[in-house]
């Protein structure tokens, strides 16, 4: 949702939207996924994270606008039924 309305957005490497992005748009979405792991090194890439998008957050947001545009070229209603009649 923060992705379809333009809003920067970072995600844990584990979530399911991670493994959709890393399907979908491979490289497109690298900046907004942090690697975690049950360490403090993800404490550490989260922080990297933020402060990436707090420091230029124009950049962020162009990023940001880039992979809903992606996105939505990518993953539309009709697909989504053709996904769902398949099963």
């Known amino acids: 949702e923060a992705i379809a309305c333009g809003t920067p957005t970072l995600v844990s490497g584990r979530s399911g939207i991670a493994r959709l992005l890393a399907e ?32 230029d957050p124009r950049a962020a947001v162009e990023r940001t606008l880039a992979l809903r545009t992606r996105l939505a070229q990518l993953i539309t209603w009709p697909g989504a039924i053709r996904v769902r009649r398949a099963r």
């Open 24 to 55: 979908r748009v491979q490289d497109a979405a690298r900046p907004m996924v942090i690697p975690t792991s049950d360490d403090d090194l993800s404490v550490d890439a989260w922080g990297r994270g933020i402060e990436r998008v707090l420091t």
